[in-house]
């Protein structure tokens, strides 16, 4: 796990022990700075369910010596397999071709959550990341010097730069840009793991999932403003099931008392009609809209807040890990280039103005294929699910220029996104610039 290492080096306290928290911290702390992670669970997230790791995120990760971990706890998919999420019958198959996805520069997994960010945890504590675990921060406190927090045991703790890796309930944006708004969005994700063992007495379902290695795919049951998704992992042993529905055939409507996040509901309150209804308990997340926060640097330049914490995101969904583990790349690589205390709030303001194009453009898309996926019967749903069928059916050989074409367009604008480069070109562009004409500024010219 070779790192650059920063000329200088400074304080880090990172808040959250997830995906975002862990990489972050791990990638900091290797490139010279010392990081002290802040959760108030009780060890790093334990959340259940499957992970997509598409290639942008997996070639940082391959790039970060975690190779051995992806093989041994994911598994590589090259298509997607529609079912009807009514009366379970296959619609047909979304497949990236080889030649194409391999441009990207890395397979796509599939992973349990859990597990990657154990992986992360376990790098970050053998690079010497400090954990501290089962504290609530309760204040943010900007500065133009040392930043500082308030913990739930009454310590206060300061740092050259807070970073707010806490969710979409983030105590630093708040700290940052004011109470955070939110609505519900009208949808849960309801999540579950079952070892692939336990339903070996449903043929039908333990033939459905399981891993073919000639034919790597993934199961999504699609239908009206719902679906659900299959992910294998663990070299075959599990099956994670996602399941988005609207609350109002669930659990009730939006403004009922309803269970809150994390905690377990039973499968028949879910009225889930295809095969994954043999899990007989789920953890439920509800889903809701928020805007991305104006500021993601406090005016100093010393506080900054990542990933769900500065934006949307949709969970569960094909770029749900992708934005996290890019976001830690693009900051840990721009303060590779750290020379003095001076040089902070410079780096810290390119990271949003890095980031959040990207994150737009990536939170749009996701939207959009949800449109796609939940779409009603009608002429629009005809042609999607004709076009899954002639893919499932021909193959390859049914592939025609608008297709290729496509495939490409998605790769160069998403898969072949690389967090370190982009961060590395924009310091050649601008990083360096700056640097000379402060030279000349200051007379060495």
């Known amino acids: 796990m070779s790192c650059k290492q920063a000329p200088f080096s400074i304080d880090f ?3 959250g022990a997830g995906v975002t928290g862990l990489a972050t911290a791990l990638r900091l702390r290797q490139s010279g700075h010392r990081v002290t992670v802040i959760d108030k669970g009780v060890g790093p997230s334990e959340r259940k369910g499957g992970a997509h790791l598409p290639p942008n995120p997996t070639k940082l990760l391959m790039e970060w010596g975690f190779g051995k971990q992806l093989k041994r706890y994911g598994l590589p998919v090259r298509a997607s397999r529609f079912l009807s999420a009514d009366d379970g019958h296959e619609i047909g198959s979304l497949e990236w071709r080889e030649d194409i996805l391999q441009e990207s520069g890395a397979d796509y997994f599939v992973i349990q959550y859990r597990d990657l960010c154990q ?3 376990d790098a ?3 690079a010497g990341v400090r954990f501290e675990f089962q504290l609530a921060v309760t204040s943010v406190q900007s500065d133009p010097a040392r930043p500082r927090i308030i913990l739930s045991d009454g310590r206060t703790m300061t740092a050259h730069v807070i970073i707010g890796a806490d ?3 983030s105590i630093v944006r708040e700290s940052i840009n004011g109470p955070i708004e939110e609505t519900l969005e009208g949808h849960s994700v309801y999540v579950a793991a079952i070892p692939r063992d336990h339903i070996k007495d449903d043929p039908e379902l333990y033939q459905l999932t399981m891993y073919r290695p000639d034919s790597p795919d993934y199961l999504v049951w699609s239908g009206e403003n719902r679906h659900i998704v299959a992910v294998t992992t663990d070299q075959g042993r599990m099956c994670s099931i996602l399941a988005f529905l609207p609350e109002v ?3 009730g409507h939006l403004g009922d008392d309803i269970a ?3 905690a377990p509901v039973a499968a028949n309150k879910l009225k889930i009609q295809c095969e994954p209804s043999r899990v007989s308990t789920y953890q439920r997340k509800r889903i809701y809209h928020r805007k991305f926060a104006e500021d993601w640097v406090d005016e100093y330049g010393r506080v900054i807040v990542m990933s769900e914490a500065a934006y949307p995101i949709w969970p569960f ?4 890990c992708s934005l996290p583990i890019e976001d830690a790349a693009v900051l840990s690589t721009l303060f590779t280039y750290l020379k003095s205390e001076e040089h902070i709030p410079y780096l810290s303001y390119a990271f949003q103005e890095l980031r959040e194009p990207r994150a737009q453009s990536l939170f749009s898309k996701e939207t959009k294929a949800l449109g796609t996926i939940w779409v009603p019967p009608g002429p629009a749903r005809d042609a999607r ?3 899954l069928r002639k893919m499932l059916l021909e193959g390859h050989k049914g592939w025609d220029e608008s297709r290729l074409r496509w495939q490409w367009e998605e790769i160069c604008e998403i898969f072949a996104y690389h967090g370190r480069e982009a961060a590395e070109d924009w310091w050649v562009m601008w990083g360096v610039l700056r640097e000379r004409s402060q030279q000349t500024v200051n007379g060495f010219h």
Not at 317 to 320: A, L, W
């Open 13 to 15: 306290i990172v808040i």
């Open 385 to 387: 699910d004709e076009g």
């Open 124 to 126: 970050g504590r053998n």
């Open 317 to 320: 969904c094909v770029q749900s």
């Open 260 to 262: 809150s996040d994390g």
């Open 249 to 251: 055939d669930t659990e």
């Open 167 to 169: 969710g979409p309930r």
């Open 119 to 121: 992986m992360l945890f």
